[in-house]
């Protein structure tokens, strides 16, 4: 039996700022730190041994700066400045000896073949989203601007790994198979992804019952050059940017009867993600 933990530190700190008649700003900090012994994510299996385990951590720290603005009366500005940062490590329970594994997941034991690992991400973010009431038109700007760092650890079978046909040939020693992976780096890696995104809507209201709803979005994912490639294989030495994501959109929403008691809805667009 392996006990299994999660233990969670959460905490949320809010302040709102009324500068001036029409302009309210609001800071939050957000932090979440959890570690768990031997973490669910790394083996869960019963015939998972202790010391092929490890101690897992998710921590999170965010600053989030919101700027509301009423710069006529018709028109509305929101701005937001994202600061934050995750880490993410798993270490493991030992680090003594490979990974060893009795045919047939009858037993597995040692270093975890893709452990010690980690993924950090900080990240900068800005958005800002304007709004201006024309008649019965609302018409809506934005941007999105995501710039993200990482460093990350990740080397499979760099420690070795162990294969036995059955306990008398681990008892002889006499493995089945055995691999293991080198990297220059040692399975490190730092690199930085910016996200773009901007959109443009409307919503018409051309009568009371009826509203149409209608734009065009941009997304783009601006991808990093590798510092290193396998001269084998040329396509490693770089990273393609997919740069027509145009997504257009449009939505409408129908009172049939005109007394608010039923209401036929329906949309189609285009999305992508990262």
Same mark, same amino acid.
């Given at each position: =039996?392996? +006990?299994?933990?999660?233990?969670?530190? %959460?905490?949320?700190?809010?302040?709102?700022?009324?500068?001036?008649?029409?302009?309210?700003?609001?800071?939050?900090?957000?932090?979440?730190?959890?570690?768990?012994?031997?973490?669910?994510?790394?083996?869960?299996?019963?015939?998972?041994?202790?010391?092929?385990?490890?101690?897992?951590?998710?921590?999170?720290?965010?600053? %989030?700066?919101?700027?509301?603005?009423?710069? &006529?009366? *018709?028109? /509305?500005?929101?701005?937001?400045? =994202?600061?934050? =940062?995750?880490?993410?490590?798993?270490?493991?329970?030992?680090?003594?000896?490979?990974?060893?594994?009795?045919?047939?997941?009858? !037993?597995?034991?040692? =270093?975890?073949?893709?452990?010690? *690992?980690?993924?950090?991400?900080?990240r900068i973010q800005l958005i800002d989203n304007f709004t201006?009431?024309?008649?019965?038109?609302?018409?809506?700007?934005?941007?999105?601007?995501?710039?993200?760092?990482?460093?990350?650890?990740?080397?499979?079978?760099?420690?070795?790994?162990?294969? /036995?046909?059955?306990?008398?040939?681990?008892?002889?020693?006499?493995? &089945?198979?055995?691999?293991?992976?080198?990297?220059?780096?040692?399975? !490190? $890696? %730092?690199?930085?992804? +910016?996200?773009?995104?901007?959109?443009?809507?409307?919503?018409?209201?051309?009568?009371?019952?009826?509203?149409?709803?209608?734009?065009?979005?941009?997304?783009?994912? +601006?991808?990093?050059?590798? +510092?290193?490639?396998?001269? *084998?294989?040329?396509?490693?030495?770089? $990273?393609?940017?997919?740069?027509?994501?145009?997504?257009?959109?449009?939505?409408?929403?129908?009172?049939?009867?005109?007394?608010?008691?039923?209401?036929?809805?329906? &949309?189609?667009?285009?999305?992508?993600?990262?």
């Amino acid at each position: =039996q392996i +006990d299994m933990t999660n233990d969670s530190t %959460v905490f949320l700190v809010k302040a709102d700022w009324q500068i001036a008649s029409n302009n309210l700003f609001s800071v939050r900090w957000n932090y979440h730190d959890t570690e768990g012994l031997n973490g669910l994510y790394t083996n869960p299996y019963p015939s998972t041994w202790r010391s092929l385990n490890s101690t897992e951590g998710n921590s999170f720290n965010s600053a %989030v700066g919101n700027l509301n603005s009423v710069l &006529g009366t *018709n028109t /509305f500005n929101e701005a937001i400045l =994202q600061w934050s =940062q995750e880490r993410r490590p798993r270490t493991p329970n030992t680090m003594l000896i490979p990974e060893t594994e009795i045919y047939g997941y009858t !037993a597995t034991f040692g =270093q975890k073949s893709y452990l010690p *690992n980690k993924l950090d991400e900080d990240r900068i973010q800005l958005i800002d989203n304007f709004t201006h009431y024309l008649g019965n038109h609302t018409l809506k700007a934005g941007i999105n601007f995501d710039f993200t760092h990482y460093d990350n650890v990740f080397l499979y079978y760099g420690y070795g790994y162990y294969t /036995f046909n059955d306990w008398d040939d681990f008892f002889e020693g006499d493995a &089945g198979n055995y691999r293991q992976a080198f990297s220059a780096t040692d399975g !490190a $890696i %730092v690199f930085d992804i +910016d996200y773009y995104s901007f959109y443009l809507q409307d919503e018409w209201r051309p009568s009371n019952n009826l509203t149409l709803t209608y734009g065009l979005r941009y997304d783009l994912q +601006d991808n990093p050059t590798p +510092d290193m490639s396998n001269p *084998n294989y040329e396509d490693t030495a770089y $990273i393609p940017n997919d740069t027509n994501n145009w997504s257009p959109r449009i939505g409408f929403a129908w009172d049939i009867s005109g007394d608010g008691k039923s209401v036929l809805r329906g &949309g189609l667009g285009r999305f992508y993600d990262n």
